[in-house]
């Protein structure tokens, strides 16, 4: 199946475009995750969780896909990612609960999911919910955990124990509530996370948005769609890459012509070309046969990952080299998204993680259909 943007969306798109430019030159270049958040949330933008929750992926996913491939051409992602994806596991739970999810959207958030120890075993936390009289009592600790756009409430994943057994369930806590610590520390891409220290964290019963069968399935979910839309950021940095590269390629000169006559040079730029061709084939083909949780949709997505890793990283590398000295130092941008794609191939699984996850789930798919 191909994927083609709808009138809308490429109009969305456009839009987002637009408004990104603005900012560029309000700032003169430098702009600021923070504004582009505010203007996102002003768009309704964050409204795609919700639409995507009513309307399926045709109208949500490609929609988001298309925004945060231009929030990752400006290195602007981040806190407007780390908030959707939040509103995005809030909106079907709260949906469900009280039938409004209007004031979930917009509020600084991020997904806790991340322990010690643990890499990418996300459905089996240690972090415990202890359930009492009063609602539940939690106690552990997450790391890596985006704290970009100071978050005010966290979805925390957690072991419930009741009764002599345990289960899994997904918890809304508030930044502020006592026994809640943040300790945030800068990031190589130049953003900010934090571990979050929970000890005795008193929750009322509400906080759970669901448990069981349920919150696995939505941390699955969760780790896919996250896993795309990384994707989606990344091929936005490599196409500003490729077009920073080329820009200096033309005005560098050595033996009085510009450094791009060499055909040494343009074999070079014709390999970020490929490579960002190569990202965007397969982020759309993931994108246009997105089936919720389906084996078929968890290979395609570990496959666009992996690629994203080894291509990102060379996409890097070849970029930096190409600057010469100039892109190793911070007054320029080109070392900045190397160092976000780096960022993003650690992110819910580095290349080795996806390929066996790969293999795992092409496996699977093929039992299913013999």
């Known amino acids: 199946m191909d994927l083609t943007f709808t009138f809308e969306q490429q109009q969305l798109r456009n839009s987002v475009q637009k408004m990104l430019q603005g900012c560029a030159s309000r700032s003169q270049g430098a702009v600021s995750g923070q ?27 490609a929609s988001i896909v298309a925004v945060v491939e231009e929030l990752g051409r400006y290195r602007v992602a981040e806190p407007f990612l780390s908030t959707f994806l939040a509103a995005r596991l809030l909106a079907p739970c709260i949906a469900r609960q009280i039938g409004d999810i209007d004031h979930c959207l917009g509020i600084p958030g991020s997904v806790a999911i991340y322990e010690p120890g643990a890499r990418y075993a996300f459905d089996a936390p240690s972090v415990e919910a202890q359930e009492q009289d009063t609602g539940y009592l939690l106690n552990g600790t997450k790391i890596a955990v985006s704290a970009c756009g100071d978050p005010s409430r966290f979805i925390v994943s957690a072991r419930i124990s009741e009764s002599g057994q345990e289960n899994i369930g997904l918890f809304a806590v508030n930044a502020e509530q006592a026994g809640v610590e943040m300790i945030n520390y800068p990031t190589i891409d130049g953003g900010q996370a934090c571990s979050l220290l929970l000890e005795k964290v008193e929750l009322k019963p509400e906080a759970l948005l669901c448990r069981g069968d349920l919150a696995k399935r939505m ?3 969760h780790v896919q769609v996250a896993s795309l839309l990384l994707s989606a950021e990344a091929l936005g940095l490599m196409e500003r890459l490729l077009e920073l590269t080329v820009e200096y390629c033309n005005q560098r000169r050595q033996f009085d012509k510009p450094i791009s006559k060499f055909q040494v040079i343009q074999h070079r730029l014709a390999d970020l070309y490929i490579h960002c061709e190569s990202i965007r084939s397969l982020l759309y083909a993931a994108l246009a046969n997105y089936v919720e949780l389906s084996e078929d949709t968890k290979a395609s997505i570990a496959a666009l990952k992996f690629k994203v890793g080894e291509l990102g990283r ?26 976000r794609l780096m960022v993003i191939d650690a992110l819910y699984g580095n290349t080795d993680h996806q390929l066996q996850s790969y293999l795992l789930a092409e496996s699977r798919s093929h039992s299913t259909t013999q």
């Open 35 to 61: 504004e582009v958040h505010n203007q996102l949330v002003e768009m309704a933008i964050l409204q795609l969780a919700q639409l995507e929750e009513d309307s399926g992926v045709e109208d949500g996913m």
């Open 219 to 221: 941390i699955t979910d």
């Open 314 to 339: 060379l996409a890097g590398e070849v970029s930096v080299q190409l600057h010469g000295a100039i892109g190793f130092t911070e007054e320029y941008s080109v070392g900045k998204y190397y160092k």
